[in-house]
T-cell receptor, first 114, second 107 residues
Framework: KAGVTQTPRYLIKTRGQQVTLSCSPI?????VSWYQQTPGQGLQFLFE???????NKGNFPGRFSGRQFSNSRSEMNVSTLELGDSALYLC?????????????FGDGTRLSIL | KQEVTQIPAALSVPEGENLVLNCSFT??????LQWFRQDPGKGLTSLLL?????REQTSGRLNASLDKSSGRSTLYIAASQPGDSATYLC??????FGQGTELSVKP
């Protein structure tokens, strides 16, 4: 069974640009969550999608958005990039919303802002 | 507001030692608690998931316990190996993660 796949693995952007990251969950998993990981703040929850609807949202500005497609694949978009957006962005999938099944993570997209 | 703390931030032990990693949380009304390991440059690998109604879970050399009343969970690693070297994170539900404990097991 394939794991969670995130693309691309690495991205370099400049301030002011926008970026789209992609996440394909484990087959059959319908919940997808996104996280930002930085050395200073650690792992912070961005949002969770289930059945193409955002169900939970962390404390991030509106520049961070996402969506989920009918096949459960998810994309995350960051507009007007800032230097502080440099981070490892991780996606995790689980079977259901509020599931008592474990979350499974992808290897992340490392975003660097110049 | 739920806060999750992991102590120590870093730990170095010789191979073969048994060790305990700690995770504390401020709000006992949790749904579940999950322990992960993260290798450098990689995502998180799920180790153990403890439901709120459970007291412990075991997988091989790993044992995780949960005490909701005291707001604490521990991850016990028996007979540590160099391959156990990684950062270990605990998470309450899907939303709140600790900062992790960086474990180094010396041969």
């Amino acid at each position: 069974k394939a794991g969670v796949t995130q693309t691309p693995r690495y991205l370099i952007k400049t301030r002011g640009q926008q970026v789209t990251l992609s996440c394909s969950p484990i087959s059959g998993h319908r919940s997808v969550s996104w996280y930002q990981q930085t050395p200073g703040q650690g792992l912070q929850f961005l949002f969770e999608y289930f059945s193409e609807t955002q169900r939970n949202k962390g404390n991030f500005p509106g520049r961070f958005s996402g969506r989920q497609f009918s096949n459960s694949r998810s994309e995350m978009n960051v507009s007007t990039l800032e230097l502080g957006d440099s981070a490892l962005y991780l996606c995790a999938s689980s079977l259901r919303l509020n599931s008592n099944q474990p979350q499974h993570f992808g290897d992340g997209t490392r975003l660097s802002i110049l | 507001k739920q806060e999750v703390t992991q102590i120590p931030a870093a730990l170095s032990v010789p191979e073969g030692e048994n060790l305990v990693l700690n995770c504390s949380f401020t709000d006992s009304a949790i749904y579940n608690l999950q322990w992960f390991r993260q290798d450098p440059g990689k995502g998180l690998t799920s180790l153990l998931l403890i439901q709120s109604s459970q007291r412990e879970q075991t997988s091989g050399r790993l044992n995780a316990s949960l005490d909701k009343s005291s707001g604490r969970s521990t991850l016990y690693i028996a007979a540590s190996q160099p391959g156990d070297s990684a950062t270990y994170l605990c998470a309450v539900g899907k939303l709140i993660f600790g900062q992790g404990t960086e474990l180094s097991v010396k041969p």
